[in-house]
């Protein structure tokens, strides 16, 4: 038991790496290809690295080292993640880090195309599926992620809307430097990397079930095993069949929703199962932790 749970738990680690290192040249290959020939300002660490180079280059003519810049402005976010989020996370992500920052200054530049409106959402695209390949490595590309992930777990602090202004900061400083064309552009990547990042990445969604059944117990019992998370039963009248229902009331995470109603429908084939989207809860609910 002990042996296959060591085997588990190795083959998890290098699907782990697996994953941080294709995301990593991914992500450097996205960088030296659409990023620098559209001559566009990326958000957070990233952003702001490639902003100092070009600021580097065009008023004091210095070739500035991306890795050097990228990893000394992780330092301490790093550090932090590591004291705080989790080891393991704060490790593989550190790989990414470290791999995007080397592949990034040896990477020859390649440009697949120079029409800016291609390269804005094209590389935004890339960019969103590399991100998400290091998320689902339980890992994270770095910079503003670590921030927003400590001071959402540890000071329930929604984060998001602070990078949201500081991203803004880096466009406005590279629109006034640079040109307001690219600024404007860079926004254009920023939302296509987003929206490929709500749609493939969901661990931090959550849905709302409202199960009509004749098993509550079982149901409440399937959902607690299935994903930690508590359920309420409630008592209600069912006016179609003019009785006595019971409803089972519960919020799990959205890539745990497929499995929670395959487990329901084991229990009670003939379930009444209302999934709605939660926006926001407020509240005591479990997160599976980085580590």
Same mark, same amino acid.
């Given at each position: 038991m002990e042996l296959n749970y060591k085997q588990k738990a190795l083959r998890k680690d290098m699907i782990r790496i697996t994953l941080v290192v294709a995301a990593s040249i991914v992500m450097a290959l996205n960088i030296k290809s659409f990023v620098k020939a559209g001559e566009l300002i990326p958000g957070g660490f990233t952003g702001l690295t490639i902003l100092i180079q070009q600021i580097g280059k065009k008023y004091f003519h210095l070739n500035i080292s991306f890795a050097f810049v990228n990893l000394l402005l992780n330092s301490i976010p790093v550090i932090?993640?590591?004291?705080?989020?989790?080891?393991?996370?704060?490790?593989?992500?550190?790989?990414? !880090?470290? /791999?995007? $920052? *080397? =592949?990034?200054?040896?990477?020859?530049?390649? %440009? &697949?195309?120079?029409? !800016?409106? /291609?390269? $804005? *959402? =094209?590389?935004?695209?890339?960019?969103?599926? %590399? &991100?998400?390949?290091?998320?689902?490595?339980?890992?994270?590309?770095?910079?503003?992620?670590?921030?927003?992930?400590?001071?959402?777990?540890?000071?329930?602090?929604?984060?998001?809307?602070?990078?949201?202004?500081?991203?803004?900061?880096?466009?406005?400083?590279?629109?006034?430097l640079f040109g307001w064309d690219r600024a404007l552009y860079s926004i254009i990547f920023q939302f296509t990397s987003t929206q490929v990042l709500q749609i493939s990445y969901k661990r931090y969604k959550k849905n709302t079930l409202f199960i009509i059944t004749e098993f509550p117990e079982q149901v409440a019992r399937v959902i607690s095993e299935s994903t930690r998370h508590a359920s309420t039963c409630f008592s209600g009248f069912g006016t179609f069949e003019k009785r006595q229902r019971t409803m089972v009331y519960s919020v799990v995470g959205r890539e745990e929703v497929k499995k929670v109603v395959s487990r329901i429908r084991d229990i009670d084939e003939h379930a009444f199962i209302n999934i709605v989207k939660t926006e926001q809860l407020e509240g005591n609910f479990y997160i599976r932790p980085n580590d």
């Open positions: 932090v993640s590591f004291r705080h989020i989790g080891k393991k996370f704060t490790v593989y992500s550190c790989i990414m !880090i470290i /791999l995007t $920052s *080397i =592949f990034t200054d040896i990477l020859p530049t390649y %440009a &697949i195309t120079y029409d !800016i409106l /291609l390269i $804005s *959402i =094209f590389g935004g695209l890339v960019s969103g599926a %590399a &991100i998400s390949m290091c998320l689902f490595a339980d890992a994270t590309s770095g910079g503003t992620d670590f921030i927003a992930i400590f001071l959402s777990k540890k000071h329930g602090i929604d984060a998001w809307n602070y990078i949201l202004f500081g991203n803004a900061v880096i466009l406005l400083i590279g629109g006034f």
